[in-house]
């Protein structure tokens, strides 16, 4: 099931899928964004083969209903200006977190440029197996447990540049840390802990529960030194900033 506008599928899918009836069979072109999470299809065009088994319209529920206030975590007392100011909460969440990836990719492909280096192609065969894998459980429904099957399907081609970069700036990250004597102190795990739980409704639950898996919590500690790493490169860099509207800052492209 696909609602058009909710934001849950990239915008060139839904794009491609507005006006489309009943019973449609098609081939859409899908591009995804620069920014998606999986490393390998960063700005990757792709087709998809869709059909439309029925097409619903929704209505728009009025700003004080009670059920859409509960649904969105706003107090029914609070009503339309409770609503408003979450909303704008989320968009203030939203640019934030924008306007940091967008200064850290800019810091991490300057560090590259100013410090390329030759990678051990073994380190690269074992980035292009995990992101193969990461590509497998992201997508489901592929023989996992088949490698001759998963590397057909997903070719090392489809991988082995963003993998090469990894591995580079995962040896050049190591190298700052060493030489400027990066540290994480708990408050820095402790802000993306905070920051990430933010998006969600029980923020304080969702805390708890991070805190309780080690293997979540040291994804937040690589997190943590990575940012660590980027405010000390800013330190040395020369910054300049740039006025931009929501809708660039939220679209690059």
Do not use: C, W
Not at 1 to 24: C, K, N, Q, Y
Not at 58 to 70: T, W
Not at 155 to 175: G, M, Q, T, Y
């Amino acid at each position: 099931e696909v609602e058009l506008g909710a934001g849950r599928f990239i915008p060139s899918m839904e794009t491609a899928l507005i006006g489309l009836t009943a019973g449609t069979e098609t081939m859409i072109d899908v591009e995804f964004p620069e920014d998606y999470q999986a490393e390998n299809l960063k700005g990757k065009q792709a087709q998809f083969d869709v059909k439309i088994h029925s097409v619903e319209a929704g209505e728009d529920p009025s700003l004080d209903d009670a059920e859409l206030l509960k649904t969105l975590g706003v107090e029914e007392s609070a009503g339309e200006a409770g609503l408003r100011d979450k909303i704008r909460e989320q968009l203030g969440r939203e640019r934030d977190k924008a306007a940091t990836t967008q200064v850290k990719e800019q810091v991490m492909d300057g560090l590259l440029a100013a410090n390329p280096i030759d990678v051990p192609q073994a380190m690269v065969d074992e980035e292009i197996q995990r992101m193969r894998q990461e590509a497998v459980q992201r997508f489901g429904n592929m023989p996992n447990n088949d490698p001759d099957a998963m590397a057909r399907m997903l070719p090392d081609d489809l991988f082995k540049d963003n993998a090469a970069k990894r591995v580079a700036l995962s040896l050049l990250i190591s190298e700052v840390i060493k030489e400027k004597s990066v540290k994480v102190e708990e408050e820095h795990v402790e802000a993306v802990i905070a920051r990430y739980a933010s998006e969600l409704a029980d923020s304080d639950q969702a805390m708890q529960y991070y805190r309780s898996q080690p293997q979540i919590m040291q994804q937040f500690q690589a997190l943590a030194m990575k940012e660590r790493v980027v405010d000390t490169l800013l330190q040395d860099a020369k910054v300049t900033d740039k006025v931009v509207s929501f809708d660039d800052l939220m679209n690059p492209n």
